[in-house]
T-cell receptor, first 112, second 115 residues
Framework: DAKTTQPPSMDCAEGRAANLPCNHSTISGNEYVYWYRQIHSQGPQYIIHGLKNNETNEMASLIITEDRKSSTLILPHATLRDTAVYYCIVGLHGGSQGNLIFGKGTKLSVKP | EAGVAQSPRYKIIEKRQSVAFWCNPISGHATLYWYQQILGQGPKLLIQFQNNGVVDDSQLPKDRFSAERLKGVDSTLKIQPAKLEDSAVYLC?????????????FGPGTRLLVL
């Protein structure tokens, strides 16, 4: 079973920031938080990952709480093309990423 | 850089028939994964290869599913005989690192419908 909890769906207005929450209260000290997204009829796409510190790349920012029990993926200026299912995954890094266990994710709808 | 290629994109078969899916990973990627994604759910790992060896096949229904990656490059996944519950999207992914440290890159998937 997935070790994360996400809301099933969220809406966001185009151009606004999309903040997607994820709870992972049973995360181990050596486990990372990964985010992937899946646009309709495509395979999942890697977005970002982190361990303790906040991370930022060209796609998004990842904010991890100090106790590491939850995190938030931030898309700073959502566009219609960001409409997708977003998966928050907890897993080991440096070991097999085949241990990625996908839950049902959050379906983000970006509206004009 | 070319992405992960999969074929066919769609397949419709009757139950008890056999079917095969093909995957060509990104050039140079040592690790290859096959996932099954049932409608409304996240992908579930079926099997993971590192070069031409199996790393993890614990969730592969071995009575009907088989997979191979003979030359450590492309791979085939076979179902024989198919059941109605095998209707799903079959995703192939690859990663560069031997230890799976690298990001997984997914192909577009093969959508299977078993009637």
């Amino acid at each position: 079973d997935a070790k994360t909890t996400q809301p099933p769906s969220m809406d966001c207005a185009e151009g606004r920031a999309a903040n997607l929450p994820c709870n992972h209260s049973t995360i181990s000290g050596n486990e990372y938080v990964y985010w992937y997204r899946q646009i309709h009829s495509q395979g999942p796409q890697y977005i970002i990952h982190g361990l303790k510190n906040n991370e930022t790349n060209e796609m998004a920012s990842l904010i991890i709480t100090e106790d590491r029990k939850s995190s938030t993926l931030i898309l700073p200026h959502a566009t219609l093309r960001d409409t997708a299912v977003y998966y928050c995954i907890v897993g080991l890094h440096g070991g097999s990423q085949g241990n990625l266990i996908f839950g049902k994710g959050t379906k983000l709808s970006v509206k004009p | 850089e070319a992405g992960v290629a999969q074929s066919p994109r769609y397949k419709i078969i009757e139950k008890r028939q056999s079917v095969a899916f093909w995957c060509n990973p990104i050039s140079g990627h040592a690790t290859l994964y096959w996932y099954q994604q049932i409608l409304g759910q996240g992908p579930k790992l079926l099997i993971q290869f590192q070069n031409n060896g199996v790393v993890d096949d614990s969730q592969l229904p071995k009575d009907r599913f088989s997979a191979e990656r003979l030359k450590g490059v492309d791979s085939t996944l076979k179902i024989q005989p198919a059941k109605l519950e095998d209707s799903a999207v079959y995703l192939c992914a690859s990663s560069r690192g031997l230890a799976g440290k690298e990001t997984q890159y997914f192909g577009p998937g093969t959508r299977l419908l078993v009637l």
